[in-house]
């Protein structure tokens, strides 16, 4: 699981990165991941087994976006990462403790509070603006 915000993060950026039509760079990138994946994957996998597998995963997507990162600093668009994810991080953080304490009760009652929890976190720190609160009144029909 803990793959995903980076692999979420190499997303986002790759359509930064397509739109400066830098295609190419993406191409290098994943060929590069590729075999750094390979070469750890024949190194540690046979030692270490499937706990391995699961850290070369996050390794190789920050591999990529390393790769991602130099492209942006070339041209000069650097993305300010730290400010785009800290609410999201610090709402997860909230959740995660919510559900530890719900976890006593089960663990359906501890994944039907989450996406609330984190919800309602994202809204107390504000990662919420004027143009996302119009889109969700446009979406569920209450304006337009």
């Not at 993406?26 to 750094?36: D, R, S």
């Not at 390794?59 to 070339?74: D, G, N, P, Q």
């Not at 609410?87 to 989450?114: D, E, K, S, Y």
């Amino acid at each position: 699981i803990w793959y995903l915000p980076l692999s979420y993060l190499n997303g986002v950026t790759q359509y930064v990165i397509i739109a400066m039509r830098r295609q190419h760079s993406i191409t290098v990138a994943f060929a590069i991941a590729a075999v750094f994946n390979l070469c750890a994957n024949l190194l540690l996998i046979p030692r270490f087994g499937y706990d391995a597998a699961a850290a070369l995963t996050i390794a190789t997507e920050f591999v990529i976006l390393l790769s991602f990162v130099r492209v942006l600093h070339h041209e000069g668009v650097l993305l300010p990462f730290g400010e785009l994810s800290w609410r999201p991080v610090v709402a997860a953080l909230v959740m995660g403790a919510a559900m530890l304490a719900l976890h006593p009760f089960g663990w359906l009652a501890a994944a039907a509070v989450a996406p609330f929890v984190y919800g309602a976190a994202l809204y107390v720190l504000g990662a919420f603006g004027a143009e996302e609160r119009a889109l969700a009144r446009r979406v569920l029909g209450k304006g337009a």
